[in-house]
Nanobody, 125 residues
Framework: QVQVVESGGGLVQEGGSLRLSCTAS????????VGWFRQAPGKEREGVSC????????YYADSVKGRFTISRDNAKNTFYLQMNSLKPEDTAMYYC??????????????????WGQGTQVTVSS
């Protein structure tokens, strides 16, 4: 059974940093496209960042470009989202997802096959 789990969320002041982790059981994340999404109250879930299988393509939403960095540790079957210079508008539930495609990565939620339960990020001003 596949399970995807996020962790690392919390409350941070504006300008601070957090590192989110995404780990999986039942699949090797390195063989999947992995995406980070977020959903604020009353808003649709949006793609924040994604990376293709074999790490050949990386995407960042314009709103986080230059502040967020996606990375991985294959030995731990874990992906990370390093979030720096956080803003109140980054406040949301953050989700990790895995897509079994063989190339590229998508910012569309419908492309993803496995989802975690989310981790809350709250940025205070």
């Amino acid at each position: 059974q596949v399970q995807v789990v996020e962790s690392g969320g919390g409350l941070v002041q504006e300008g601070g940093s957090l590192r989110l982790s995404c780990t999986a059981s039942g699949l090797s994340l390195a063989d999947y496209a992995v995406g980070w999404f977020r959903q604020a109250p009353g808003k649709e879930r949006e793609g924040v960042s994604c990376v293709s299988p074999q790490y050949s393509k990386i995407y960042y939403a314009d709103s986080v470009k230059g502040r967020f960095t996606i990375s991985r540790d294959n030995a731990k079957n874990t992906f990370y989202l390093q979030m720096n210079s956080l803003k109140p508008e980054d406040t949301a539930m953050y989700y990790c997802a895995a897509d079994r495609r063989t190339y590229g990565c998508s910012k569309q939620t419908s492309s993803y096959d496995y989802w975690g339960q989310g981790t809350q990020v709250t940025v205070s001003s």
